[in-house]
T-cell receptor, first 116, second 116 residues
C-alpha cells in the first residue's frame, strides 16, 4: 500500500505565477488535510477536505489560495499570483474513516515551493 | 485554546548523551491524542508515537521513551545514548477529538543536533 504521494517535490515559481500542488491520499483514505510549514516554523493547518467537499478551511488565507478534492483524482492546492511569502513546504496528510471515527493522519513527503 | 509549546528551540548534545525534548500542551478537550514526529534534514515527517489522553503509561521503544504527565499537560520525549542520525527537528503535536473531524496542532519544533 503506497503512502501519501505529493508532487512535485520541489516547485519553483516566479512572483505572479500560479502554483499547483497535488496530493494523492493513501488507498482507501477519503479525508485529506493540507498543512504549511514556513521556514523555521512548525506545521500550520490550512484546510481539511473530503471527496468533493471542503470541511474546514479555517487555516487557509482568504485570497489566492484554494483547494479541492474531486471525486476522481488527487487533491489540489492552488496558489494564484504567488508572492515570496508563499515560499514554504506544503504537506498533505490523509486518513481513513471507519464508522464515525477518524484515525491516524499519514503525511506525504511535502512539496517545497520556492518563489523567486 | 488549543496550543502546543516546545520551549527548546535548539539543543546540541554530544553523541551518546541522553537528551530530553520538552512538550507542553493546552486543550479544553478531555479526549485527545498527542504525537511526536521527526523531521530529518531530508524534510519528510516521520511518525514516532501517538498517545491517547486516557493512557498515561510511559512508553519505551528502543532508545526512545516518552513521559506523559496529564497533571502538568506535558508529553516529554527522551532519547537515550543519542546518535548522529538523531539530528533532526522534532515536533510535538496535539489532536483534540471533541470535534467530529480532527485538526492536528503542531508545536514549533525543537532542532536537535547530535555532535560526533
Amino acid at each position: 500500500n503506497a503512502g501519501v504521494m505529493q508532487n512535485p517535490r520541489h516547485l519553483v515559481r516566479r512572483r505572479g505565477q500560479e502554483a499547483r500542488l497535488r496530493c494523492s491520499p493513501m488507498k482507501g483514505h477519503s479525508h485529506v488535510y493540507w498543512y504549511r510549514q514556513l521556514p523555521e516554523e512548525g506545521l500550520k493547518f490550512m484546510v481539511y477536505l473530503q471527496k468533493e467537499n471542503i470541511i474546514d478551511e479555517s487555516g487557509m488565507p482568504k485570497e489566492r489560495f484554494s483547494a479541492e478534492f474531486p471525486k476522481e483524482g488527487p487533491s489540489i492546492l492552488r496558489i494564484q499570483q504567488v508572492v515570496r511569502g508563499d515560499s514554504a513546504a506544503y504537506f498533505c496528510a490523509s486518513s481513513p474513516l471507519r464508522g464515525k471515527v477518524l484515525y491516524e493522519q499519514y503525511f506525504g513527503p511535502g512539496t517545497r515551493l520556492t518563489v523567486t | 485554546a488549543q496550543k502546543v509549546t516546545q520551549a527548546q528551540t535548539e539543543i546540541s548534545v554530544v553523541e551518546k548523551e541522553d537528551v530530553t525534548l520538552d512538550c507542553v500542551y493546552e486543550t479544553r478537550d478531555t479526549t485527545y491524542y498527542l504525537f511526536w514526529y521527526k523531521q530529518p534534514p531530508s524534510g519528510e515527517l516521520v511518525f514516532l508515537i501517538r498517545r491517547n489522553s486516557f493512557d498515561e503509561q510511559n512508553e519505551i521503544s528502543g532508545r526512545y521513551s516518552w513521559n506523559f504527565q496529564k497533571s502538568t499537560s506535558s508529553f516529554n520525549f527522551t532519547i537515550t545514548a543519542s546518535q548522529v542520525v538523531d539530528s533532526a527537528v522534532y515536533f510535538c503535536a496535539l489532536r483534540p477529538l471533541k470535534t467530529s473531524y480532527d485538526k492536528v496542532i503542531f508545536g514549533p519544533g525543537t532542532s536537535l543536533s547530535v555532535i560526533p
